[in-house]
């Protein structure tokens, strides 16, 4: 027979040692998304501490986005030659000393240098700790629970930073969302080398410099583009030269990557049709869910008036979906197939963020609350199958490199979605009239139909690009045909 799904697998049952595994490398994955978010809403009693300019803040997210996305390549790469465990250990101690520095500064300059090496430490972790959790558990059931832990407390880790940074700066200091990361830093450093093994590629060929050097500046370059054109405008001569700049470096990363022995990236491995599609569909999913968030705030704050406290508190539904969303991915996917599982999730992010049209100026909070909900289980269920999708089918030495490129589609999807969006939802509110409570919910509609239909895109980027091979095979009793991930189709 044919068909592709596959049938429900066997519990994915965890060892002790393996859960404690779980902890440790998802913990740093909820740690640094936490981190990323955590500073946003206390930006403003920051600054006033510091002595900030107001059009100085966005520094503080800039800092910390610029090296954590840019860098995620070249060290997801070195962690495959120089050994996963101690990427991960170094990368840990680094985050750790920033976070301290970050909170005991005491002018601006000190903070964004505290900022930037924690986007360098970031970029270090991200990559070593996909590889080691992928590398550690066997490709199937295993592992696909564990990527929907991980994603559950990925986002959970974004999300719950809006709130966390609210709660912890009213009651005690922004300090504190800095500091809490150094005791778990301290516990993972310490744990790591008991629990986990040391993972590399045994034939840890030279690195290519050339290739890191332009890849690194082109990504650098693009974000800084992109998160220059929020506060500058799309048209203004930085962001355009950044993006020329990006452009031309990508171009020869390329060219170099075509001609070197040993390449840093393989571009066998990106013509694979799950790592490029794949991989898009993550940039969208990432990029619409952190933008829809920018736009909701926008929209209870200066339409409905509450407060930014309040206001994150009212996440929390998208919040606990998102959880529940990376719990129950892996027995979905077990149920109906990666491929399915992706599509249905970039559907209802998709149909959860268009339904947010219908907010209005007096209303509307239970619809927030339901379609917010409904979009981060989909969110999640589309997150846990991009990132199966783009890490399937290829050997253990090329994991750091699978893991970098889907983590550096993920990190520009979170630093785009917002910039795009909000430049969509104050041309909304300009053709309005005005920026009174009317005016601004008409921007934000038409930045929640923008996300709704890239994310539309996304899914059908997914049926038609990323649909699993059919295989036939003679019916067996209680089994079925299992799905494919087609990761040698180009």
């Given at each position: 027979?044919?068909?592709?799904?596959?049938?429900?697998?066997?519990?994915?049952?965890?060892?002790?040692?393996?859960?404690?595994?779980?902890?440790?490398?998802?913990?740093?994955?909820?740690?640094?998304?936490?981190?990323?978010?955590?500073?946003?809403?206390?930006?403003?009693?920051?600054?006033?501490?510091?002595?900030?300019?107001?059009?100085?803040?966005?520094?503080?997210?800039?800092?910390?986005?610029?090296?954590?996305?840019?860098?995620?390549?070249?060290?997801?790469?070195?962690?495959?030659?120089?050994?996963?465990?101690?990427?991960?250990?170094?990368?840990?101690?680094?985050?750790?000393?920033?976070?301290?520095?970050?909170?005991?500064?005491?002018?601006?300059?000190?903070?964004?240098?505290?900022?930037?090496?924690?986007?360098?430490?970031?970029?270090?972790?991200?990559?070593?700790?996909?590889?080691?959790?992928?590398?550690?558990?066997?490709?199937?059931?295993?592992?696909?629970?564990?990527?929907?832990?991980?994603?559950?407390?990925?986002?959970?880790?974004?999300?719950?930073?809006?709130?966390?940074?609210?709660?912890?700066?009213?009651?005690?200091?922004?300090?504190?969302?800095?500091?809490?990361?150094?005791?778990?830093?301290?516990?993972?450093?310490?744990?790591?080398?008991?629990?986990?093994?040391?993972?590399?590629?045994?034939?840890?060929?030279?690195?290519?410099?050339?290739?890191?050097?332009?890849?690194?500046?082109?990504?650098?370059?693009?974000?800084?583009?992109?998160t220059s054109a929020e506060r500058n405008g799309w048209g203004a001569a930085t962001t355009l030269i950044s993006f020329a700049a990006g452009a031309v470096l990508l171009a020869a990363f390329f060219a170099v990557e075509s001609r070197v022995a040993a390449p840093l990236v393989d571009l066998g491995v990106l013509r694979r049709r799950t790592v490029s599609w794949g991989n898009t569909t993550g940039l969208i999913t990432f990029a619409m869910m952190t933008g829809m968030v920018f736009l909701l705030t926008l929209y209870m704050q200066k339409v409905r008036g509450m407060t930014p406290l309040d206001a994150g508190f009212s996440f929390a539904a998208l919040g606990v979906a998102a959880v529940l969303g990376g719990a129950f991915a892996a027995r979905i996917i077990g149920r109906i197939g990666v491929h399915r599982a992706l599509v249905y999730g970039l559907v209802l992010q998709a149909a959860s963020t268009a339904v947010l049209y219908l907010l209005d100026t007096d209303g509307g909070m239970p619809l927030l609350l339901v379609a917010t909900a409904a979009g981060g289980f989909g969110h999640l269920l589309a997150v846990v199958?991009?990132?199966?999708?783009?890490?399937?089918?290829?050997?253990?030495?090329?994991?750091?490199?699978?893991?970098?490129?889907?983590?550096?589609?993920?990190?520009?999807?979170?630093?785009?979605?917002?910039?795009?969006?909000?430049?969509?939802?104050?041309?909304?509110?300009?053709?309005?009239?005005?920026?009174?409570?009317?005016?601004?919910?008409?921007?934000?509609?038409?930045?929640?139909?923008?996300a709704a239909a890239a994310l539309a895109v996304a899914a059908v980027i997914a049926v038609a690009f990323l649909r699993p091979a059919r295989t036939t095979a003679a019916p067996v009793a209680g089994t079925a045909a299992a799905e494919t991930v087609p990761a040698d189709a180009h």
């Open positions: 027979m044919t068909s592709d799904t596959v049938s429900p697998p066997a519990k994915a049952r965890f060892t002790t040692r393996q859960w404690l595994i779980i902890a440790l490398l998802c913990g740093a994955q909820f740690m640094l998304a936490l981190d990323f978010s955590i500073l946003s809403v206390a930006l403003p009693v920051l600054g006033k501490d510091l002595g900030f300019a107001l059009s100085d803040l966005q520094w503080v997210v800039t800092a910390f986005a610029l090296p954590s996305g840019g860098l995620l390549l070249l060290f997801g790469r070195a962690a495959d030659l120089y050994g996963r465990r101690n990427w991960f250990i170094v990368g840990m101690a680094l985050f750790t000393v920033a976070s301290l520095a970050g909170g005991l500064a005491t002018t601006p300059g000190f903070l964004l240098a505290a900022r930037a090496v924690q986007g360098v430490a970031a970029a270090m972790l991200t990559p070593a700790a996909m590889s080691l959790l992928t590398t550690n558990f066997a490709e199937g059931a295993q592992r696909d629970r564990a990527l929907g832990i991980n994603g559950a407390l990925l986002s959970l880790g974004f999300l719950s930073g809006v709130v966390l940074g609210g709660v912890i700066t009213e009651l005690t200091s922004w300090r504190v969302t800095l500091f809490i990361s150094v005791p778990v830093g301290v516990a993972a450093v310490i744990a790591a080398p008991i629990l986990i093994k040391e993972s590399r590629n045994e034939e840890t060929p030279r690195l290519d410099i050339l290739g890191a050097l332009t890849v690194t500046g082109g990504l650098l370059s693009v974000i800084y583009g992109v199958g991009y990132m199966i999708t783009a890490t399937s089918g290829l050997p253990d030495h090329e994991q750091g490199l699978a893991t970098g490129l889907a983590y550096t589609g993920q990190q520009l999807g979170v630093t785009v979605g917002t910039p795009i969006l909000a430049t969509v939802a104050a041309s909304g509110i300009e053709s309005a009239g005005g920026s009174g409570p009317a005016a601004v919910l008409h921007g934000v509609q038409g930045g929640l139909l923008t």
